[in-house]
């Protein structure tokens, strides 16, 4: 079904393939990639609550339509968890980056020889902006609400939240840990992710050094 317009404060995600670009060296493997991300959010997206979204090339945008803020929030999480759960038993790792704000969504605007679907307002500039530049940069695989600057009348306390934390070092976000199903493992996953950068730096040192004179 097309998705009507819509104007209205209301959480925003932007998602993408971590990737991509070397993915776009080979055709087969490009297509692959996206045939996956627009299934995987067709099917999240089929019986959502209230949660909306379209896709282009490598990126989905997606917006709540109903509830109070929480409820957007947990709504939208929900969503998020289910596309990027799909698309790692694929073998492919998305960035997520969710913000809260006025959202504007407009049907075709066609005018001669150009058609047009208006995408524009804070909650989507914030979420886009955050994924590309946003500081410190997200990670393959990393999910997270920008917090700063922004009115939440959220409690993070609430059991429905207990996977959406902050670090100590980012004040910034609160990063939603989607694929932990116990949050006592949320600390040791976090142990394995870190320890994988590691090993990717190690990886990088041994190369170099393997070719010294």
């Not at 005018?111 to 524009?120: A, D, L, Q, T, V």
């Not at 886009?128 to 997270?144: A, H, K, M, V, Y």
């Not at 600057?149 to 934390?165: E, G, M, Q």
């Amino acid at each position: 079904m097309p998705v009507e317009n819509y104007s209205g404060q209301t959480f925003v995600a932007f998602l993408d393939i971590s990737g991509f670009k070397e993915l776009m060296r080979n055709d087969r493997n490009a297509l692959e990639a996206l045939r996956h991300l627009y299934q995987s959010g067709y099917n999240a997206l089929i019986n959502a609550d209230g949660v909306e979204g379209f896709f282009v090339s490598d990126s989905g945008i997606l917006f709540v339509r109903t509830g109070t803020q929480h409820e957007r929030l947990v709504k939208i999480l929900a969503v998020v968890k289910e596309i990027n759960k799909q698309m790692l038993r694929n073998d492919y790792m998305l960035t997520t980056s969710i913000a809260y704000g006025h959202f504007d969504y407009h049907d075709k605007l066609e005018f001669n020889g150009i058609e047009k679907n208006p995408i524009y307002g804070y909650a989507y500039v914030q979420a886009f902006l955050d994924n590309e530049t946003g500081s410190p940069r997200i990670q393959p695989g990393q999910c997270r609400l920008v917090v700063k600057n922004v009115n939440l009348d959220i409690d993070f306390r609430h059991p429905d939240l207990v996977f959406l934390r902050q670090k100590p070092n980012d004040r910034v976000h609160r990063y939603y840990y989607w694929n932990v199903d116990d949050v006592r493992d949320v600390e040791q996953f976090e142990v394995e992710y870190n320890d994988s950068y590691k090993l990717k730096y190690t990886g990088m040192l041994r190369a170099l050094k393997r070719r010294q004179a």
